[in-house]
């Protein structure tokens, strides 16, 4: 029997459609390379990037040269522009504004390699550092109010670029569907006095039947209410609503557990294009510390349709406490 279920947070409506279960077998995953390109992300090629903001890199090597191990530098081609005007502007019953923002590219590694699942947790480890670094960078600039970072891993995930990379998009304004989180947390606090994250980590825990993995300061789940097959997101465990506060034994755990769960996937799932997304406080606003920060891991194995376009909800032929089992034990 299909079952519809709500998420916690935001009030959404997902339907886990038993009818239509969908195993990992059961998914007809393609693999995706992007061929005939010489890459501008490759040791050598720096100069065919825009210079570089952050690098981890060999003592003694200069900027925008070989020698680094993780290296951030601006889009090439960027969806905003930090050069534009933030005033909101009318445009007859319409509100725009310049496209005010930031845009950057982690080069996640020296290697030609695809995704992370080759790495090892310290790769993993140093491109989480870099992340943290520009999330305080970035937010320096007053006029930024949220900082996304995502990973795009194959062209149904919307990757143009096979070298392994993240992005990072600065923003003036709070995105809606972040909105809607913050509210929600917000709101389960002032009625509980409590963090409605929290509370749900404590009751997968106690329950088991959405857990994958779970070590002393990060859980990885199937969340009760997830959007699509195999969604999965990882949380850390102690009360945090900024990422940006990571500490060094933090960094080193969740490294491990993240590259864990993205060989779990390449194995179980066939190496399936992903979405890997960080939902994160809001930067220079009020207090938000009622928040509780994740990464969420997407693969990408169904297609949104007109039900999904058409009404904002979802079908998910795959019941997360499915999806949690064939992870946990792969």
């Known amino acids: 029997m299909p079952e519809w279920r709500k998420d916690p947070v935001v009030d959404r409506w997902v339907v886990i459609s038993t009818e239509r279960?969908?195993?990992?077998?059961?998914?007809?995953?393609?693999?995706?390379?992007?061929?005939?390109?010489?890459?501008?992300?490759?040791?050598?090629?720096?100069?065919?990037?825009?210079?570089?903001?952050l690098s981890f890199r060999e003592q003694g090597t200069r900027r925008d040269n070989p020698g680094w191990w993780v290296r951030?530098?601006?889009?090439?081609?960027?969806?905003?522009?930090?050069?534009?005007?933030?005033?909101?502007?009318?445009?007859?019953?319409?509100?725009?504004?310049?496209?005010l923002g930031a845009h950057e590219v982690v080069i996640e590694s020296?290697?030609?390699?695809?995704?992370?699942?080759?790495?090892?947790?310290?790769?993993?480890?140093?491109?989480?550092?870099?992340?943290?670094?520009?999330?305080?960078?970035?937010?320096?600039?007053?006029?930024?109010?949220?900082?996304q970072i995502f990973k795009n891993f194959g062209?149904?995930?919307?990757?143009?670029l096979e070298h392994t990379h993240s992005q990072i998009v600065a923003i003036p304004m709070?995105?809606?569907?972040?909105?809607?989180?913050?509210?929600?947390?917000?709101?389960?606090?002032?009625?509980?006095?409590?963090c409605i994250f929290c509370d749900m980590i404590a009751s997968e825990i106690q329950q088991r039947e959405r857990m994958i993995m779970q070590r002393e300061r990060f859980v990885t789940l199937a969340?009760?209410?997830?959007?699509?097959?195999?969604?999965?997101?990882v949380m850390p465990v102690k009360h945090q609503?900024?990422?940006?506060g990571i500490t060094k034994e933090e960094a080193v755990e969740l490294s491990s557990m993240l590259?864990?769960?993205?060989?779990?996937?390449?194995?179980?799932?066939?190496?399936?294009?992903?979405?890997?997304?960080?939902?994160?406080?809001?930067?220079?606003?009020?207090?938000?510390?009622?928040?509780?920060?994740?990464l969420e891991v997407l693969p990408r194995l169904t297609v949104i349709a007109g039900f999904e376009l058409g009404t904002g909800l979802y079908i998910n032929p795959t019941p997360p406490e499915l999806a949690a089992k064939c992870l946990s034990e792969c």
Not at 27 to 40: A, D, L, N, P, Y
Request: hydrophobic content about 35%; proline content about 8%.
């Open 21 to 53: 279960s969908k195993r990992p077998s059961n998914f007809k995953v393609t693999e995706e390379r992007i061929k005939g390109q010489v890459c501008s992300l490759c040791p050598g090629r720096e100069h065919e990037t825009p210079p570089e903001v």
């Open 72 to 99: 951030v530098v601006p889009n090439k081609f960027p969806a905003v522009s930090a050069e534009a005007a933030p005033e909101v502007y009318n445009k007859g019953i319409y509100a725009a504004m310049d496209g």
């Open 110 to 147: 020296p290697d030609h390699v695809d995704n992370l699942d080759v790495e090892d947790d310290r790769q993993i480890e140093e491109i989480l550092w870099a992340w943290r670094d520009r999330l305080l960078s970035l937010r320096q600039d007053k006029r930024m109010k949220y900082i």
């Open 155 to 160: 062209e149904t995930a919307g990757a143009s």
């Open 174 to 194: 709070v995105p809606h569907d972040i909105t809607l989180e913050m509210e929600g947390a917000k709101k389960y606090t002032e009625n509980t006095g409590r």
């Open 223 to 233: 969340p009760f209410a997830s959007r699509f097959p195999f969604e999965t997101w």
């Open 241 to 244: 609503h900024d990422f940006a």
């Open 259 to 294: 590259r864990c769960l993205l060989v779990k996937m390449a194995l179980l799932l066939h190496k399936p294009p992903y979405n890997m997304v960080l939902h994160n406080s809001t930067v220079n606003l009020p207090d938000t510390s009622y928040y509780h920060w994740r």
